[in-house]
Structure formats: structure tokens, C-alpha cells
């Protein structure tokens, strides 16, 4: 009597002989002879696995969370059997005394800010190792990494304080700058105000320079007897005023007699 077993598709069938194994199979249908042989079928297909949250240590003595999720799948289906009880236990303690040694060399913010760097190491560092259980890891990823409720908070006001630290420099930067700006601005002002004025002063110097110059350049060309009649203008409005003292020079005194009126207020004086 022969008993009849399928190996399924990405399985590969181990044959054990009175207990002891004998050679492997491929997929399909195989006859076996019962109580003597057995076929234990070992899938070769991936296999995902989260690895249960465990704690590391940094190494600035900070307490982390790690959370792992990999990928792997059976490359030797004998090894993987027979060479180890548990050969995904075992994996498993391989990734994790891995992982506390490569975070255990970091400070806290480095390893918090490096799980990507921390993915690759971890991945080389076990690349080899697990082919020993007849296992190859396809793909190994922290899912998190999460530091302890009291180092959180600790965090959390360290990073408040920052902030708040940064925004102070920022404000206080803010108005330097406004009171700076304020300042040049007023300076400017006065300035241009000083400039303005600077400049109206000398136009209103060179316009009576102007005037003055061109009132002596009229006088040296006016006749002498527009002089005698301004002279006369001006002692007919002596005339007319109370004034009885008229102040002249000695040598002007004989050309002024010739004018009759001034003729007359002269002897009218005597």
C-alpha cells in the first residue's frame, strides 16, 4: 500500500526514511510508502514577520522602542529543517543583538535621524549569518523608533525652549533692524533737509550778489546828472520834513549852490 502526497507549487518535500532524512522533491505528486517514509513540505515562498517592540539602549543611556518589520524566505529547505529547532527564532535574536549593537554605538538624536543608515548596516552586517539556517533576509526595515515617554517629554520641552529661543533672537533681530532703518531714515532726512537748505541759502547769496553786482554796474554807468537829481529828490523831501539839519560834505557844498533849490534852502538856512 503506497500513500500519496502533493507538494505544491514554491514547496520543496523533504523525504524522511524511518525517521532519518533521505532526499528532497519538487513539486507535484509523490508516492510514499506510510509508517516507513514521510514528506514534510517546506515552502520556499517569502515570508513577511514583524519582530515584537523591544528596548535598546544608546549610547547616551537613553531607553528607545525599536519596532522591526523583514522580509525573508527559506533558500535551503534541509538546513532550514534539521540544521536548527527554530531557525526564524533564531534569525530573529541575530537581528536583534544586531540592531542593539549598531544603535548602541549612537546618541539618541543620531539614531532617531538615521534609520535608514541604521536599515543598511543592519542588513549587511546579517546578510551572511542567516544562510547558516538556511534563511536569506530580502528585506529588513525599522518601522520606528520611539524613545520612552519621560525622555519624550524631556524632548519635547528641550525642542519648546529651542523654539522659543529662536524666536526671542529672531524678534530681537527684527526690531534692531526696524530701530536701525528708523535711525538711517531720520539721518537721510536731515540731511537732504540740511542739503536743501544749503542750497537755497547759496541761491539767495549769489541772487542778491547778483543784484548788488549788477546795481554797481548800472551806477558806474549812470550820468552825473542823475545823481544831482537824486540829490534833489532827496532835499526836497528834507524840505517838506522837519528836519533843519542837513549834513554835506565841504567839497560838495559849492556844486549843490548851483541848483536853485538847493540854492535856496542853503540861504534860507543862513
Known amino acids: 500500500m503506497l500513500g500519496i502526497k502533493i507538494v505544491h507549487q514554491n514547496h520543496k518535500g523533504l523525504v524522511e526514511f524511518l525517521g532519518k532524512y533521505h532526499h528532497s522533491v ?37 531607553d528607545v522602542q525599536a519596532s522591526v518589520t523583514l522580509n525573508y524566505h527559506v533558500t535551503d529547505a534541509v538546513k532550514y529543517r534539521y540544521e536548527n529547532t527554530d531557525s526564524v527564532e533564531s534569525m530573529s535574536q541575530l537581528v536583534r543583538g544586531h540592531l542593539r549593537d549598531i544603535i548602541g554605538r549612537m546618541d539618541l538624536n543620531q539614531a532617531l535621524g538615521s534609520t535608514s543608515k ?20 530580502d528585506r529588513i526595515n525599522i518601522d520606528e523608533l520611539k524613545p520612552t515617554p519621560s ?20 524678534k530681537a533681530e527684527g526690531e534692531a533692524k526696524s530701530i536701525e532703518l528708523t535711525t538711517k531714515a531720520k539721518n537721510d532726512a536731515l540731511v ?51 528836519t533843519n539839519t542837513v549834513v554835506v560834505s565841504s567839497d560838495q557844498i559849492g556844486d549843490l549852490g548851483k541848483i536853485p533849490v538847493v540854492k535856496k534852502m542853503l540861504d534860507n538856512t543862513k
Do not use: W
Open 26 to 62: 519538487d513539486a507535484g505528486m509523490h508516492f510514499y510508502i506510510p509508517f516507513i517514509q514521510k514528506i514534510y513540505p517546506v515552502s520556499l515562498a517569502m515570508n513577511p514577520l514583524k519582530l515584537p517592540d523591544y528596548s535598546i539602549i544608546t549610547k547616551d543611556n537613553a
Open 118 to 137: 541604521i536599515n543598511q548596516e543592519l542588513a549587511t552586517a546579517i546578510g551572511d549569518l542567516t544562510k547558516t539556517y538556511g534563511i536569506n533576509v
Open 151 to 170: 525622555i519624550q517629554d524631556s524632548m519635547d520641552k528641550q525642542l519648546k525652549a529651542d523654539r522659543e529661543r529662536i524666536a526671542a533672537i529672531a
Open 192 to 242: 537732504a533737509t540740511a542739503e536743501a537748505e544749503a542750497r537755497a541759502t547759496r541761491t539767495r547769496a549769489e541772487a542778491e550778489s547778483f543784484r548788488i553786482d549788477k546795481m554797481n554796474e548800472s551806477l558806474d554807468k549812470a550820468k552825473s546828472g542823475y545823481f544831482q537829481n537824486q540829490t534833489i529828490d532827496a532835499f526836497s523831501q528834507l524840505a517838506n520834513s522837519s
